[in-house]
C-alpha cells in the first residue's frame, strides 16, 4: 500500500487509510416468568432483546482529508441491550455514524470490491449491520410447552475491513511539471496560500482554493505537486496524488514558458506530462483541457504562444500570474466549460441515511 499521508512543517494531508468495523451485537432474549401475588404461576414474561446499532458512513461537509482514521483504526457501534422480565423489550443501540468527506472510495479490503462512491455531500452506506436481538422464553411459548426455560442469544454484529481512499472533487484541476507555477496562479485566483518558492516540489500536497468570478459564480481550483518523467511508475510525489484529478471537470495544464536551469523546451514540457497522464488513465487523459503558458513576464519573445499553439494544433492561452495579464480572461474561458459540464452532470438529490440501511451498492 503506498504512503497515504505526508508531513510537511504542521500540515498533514491523508488521502487513504484501512478501518476495521463492526456492528453491535443484538441483545440476548431473557428467561423469565410472572410471579406477582395472586399469579403464582403467571407464565413466561422473558422480554426480546434489542438490536445493535449499525456503522454507517456518510460524506458530510467540513471533512476534509481521513486525518481522524490515522490514531483510530477501530469503530465499534454498541450493542443492544438484553430483554427483561414483564415481556419488556431491551432498548436497540443507536447506529455509530463515521463522518467522511465527500470524494472517499470505500472498499472491502479483503475482496478489493468497491462497496461504495460517497461523491457528493449525504451519500452513505451502510458498512456493518448490527445483530439482531434474541428472543425471550415469551416467544416460546405454545399449547404444548407453556414454561419454555429457552431463550436466544442476539446475534452478532457484521464486521470487516474497509479501504478507505480520497479522490478530493474540484472543477479545476492543475497539472504540469515542478515549478510551472501552479500554485502561484492558485494564490491569484483564489484565497488560497500555498507555499511559493523558487525550487521545485514546493508543493507537497494537494491545496485547493475557491476562485471567485463576477455574477456570484464560484469554482473549485485543486493545485497538485508537479509531475516528472516516470510519475506512473511512482516516481516522484505525482503518482501518489494522480488520483486526484480524476474528479475534477478540466484539466488547466501549466507550461514555464521560462523554465530555469533546463534546457527543456514548452513542447517537451507538454508532452512529458502527457505521456504520464495517458499512462496512469486512459479516462483521465480524455478530461477537457486547456494549454496555458506562464510566465510571460519573463519571455522577450511574446509570439511563444502562437509557435506552441501551432505545434500542438490547439489554442494556447498566455498569462503572467506575477502580473495578473489575462487572468481574467482565463477565469472566463474556464467558467464556460464548467457550467456546460455541470449542467451536463447534475446529481440527483441525496436522501437521508435511514436509522438501518443495508444496501451496499
Known sequence: MRPSSLLFGATVFIDEAEIYVCGGNGGAGCVSFRRERFLPKGGPDGGIGGDGGSV?????????????????????????????????TGASSEDLRVLLPPGTLVYDRDTDLLLKDLAVVGDFVCVAQGGRGGRGNKSFASPTNQTPREAEPGEPGEERWLRLELKLIADIGLVGLPNAGKSTLLSRMSKARPKIAAYPFTTLEPQLGIVELPGHRRCVM????????????????????????????????????????????????????????????????????????????????????????????????????????????????????????????????????????????
Open 56 to 88: 454507517i458512513l456518510e460524506a458530510v461537509d467540513g471533512v476534509d482529508t481521513l486525518l481522524d482514521f490515522a490514531g483510530r483504526h477501530h469503530w465499534r457501534a454498541d450493542n443492544g441491550r438484553p430483554g427483561m422480565g414483564k415481556n419488556m
Open 222 to 361: 485543486a493545485d497538485l505537486p508537479g509531475l516528472i518523467e516516470g510519475a506512473h511508475r511512482g516516481e516522484g510525489l505525482g503518482d501518489t496524488f494522480l488520483r486526484h484529478i480524476e474528479r475534477t471537470r478540466v484539466l488547466l495544464h501549466l507550461i514555464d514558458a521560462a523554465p530555469v536551469g533546463t534546457d527543456t523546451s514548452p513542447l517537451e514540457a507538454y508532452r512529458t506530462v502527457r505521456r504520464e497522464i495517458e499512462s496512469y488513465s486512459s479516462a483521465l487523459a480524455e478530461k477537457p483541457e486547456f494549454v496555458v503558458l506562464t510566465k510571460l513576464d519573463l519571455v522577450p519573445d511574446q509570439d511563444l504562444c502562437t509557435t506552441l499553439a501551432e505545434e500542438l494544433d490547439c489554442k494556447v492561452l498566455g498569462i503572467s500570474a506575477v502580473t495578473g495579464a489575462h487572468l481574467k480572461e482565463l477565469g472566463q474561458v474556464l467558467w464556460g466549460s464548467i457550467a456546460d459540464i455541470r449542467q451536463e452532470t447534475m446529481p440527483e438529490p441525496a436522501r437521508p441515511a435511514p436509522d438501518h440501511q443495508t444496501d451496499l451498492t
